[in-house]
């Protein structure tokens, strides 16, 4: 079981950044996928981007696509959510998750096997 807390979310205005966290335990970190979702109020959860496991690559989603930057420190446990020039339309309950040992990159929640609670993003026009 892998346990993941996220952290860093909150109130930002237009044109702000924010940087979330997520800390994970309980099984080796180096070898996991890793990806953050979003979910807005009455809409579908979203992927957002994933860093391999190695952290040599990553993938976005075109709505975050050189405005957010993922990355890793594998020597702490934790993976990045860095967010710049956020928009209102980026409010939403964002959640880390890891994928299975040494896997690819994706961006599909099913390939994901345990999730964080969450942090909240809300971005004021």
């Known amino acids: 079981q892998v346990q993941l807390v996220e952290a860093g979310g909150g109130l930002v205005q237009a044109g702000g950044s924010l940087r979330l966290s997520c800390a994970a335990s309980?099984?080796?970190?180096?070898?996991?996928?890793m990806s953050w979702f979003r979910r807005a109020p009455g809409k579908e959860r979203e992927f957002v981007a994933a860093?391999?496991?190695?952290?040599?690559?990553?993938t976005y989603a075109d709505s975050v696509k050189g405005r957010f930057t993922i990355s890793r420190d594998n020597a702490k446990n934790t993976v990045y959510l860095q967010m710049n020039s956020l928009k209102p339309e980026d409010t939403a309950a964002y959640y880390c998750?890891?994928?299975?040992?040494?896997?690819?990159?994706?961006?599909?929640?099913?390939?994901?096997?345990?999730w964080g609670q969450g942090t909240q993003v809300t971005v004021s026009s």
């Open positions: 309980g099984r080796p970190f180096n070898i996991l996928p």
């Open positions: 860093v391999s496991w190695r952290g040599d690559s990553t």
């Open positions: 998750a890891s994928g299975r040992p040494w896997g690819g990159l994706s961006s599909l929640g099913r390939e994901y096997d345990y």
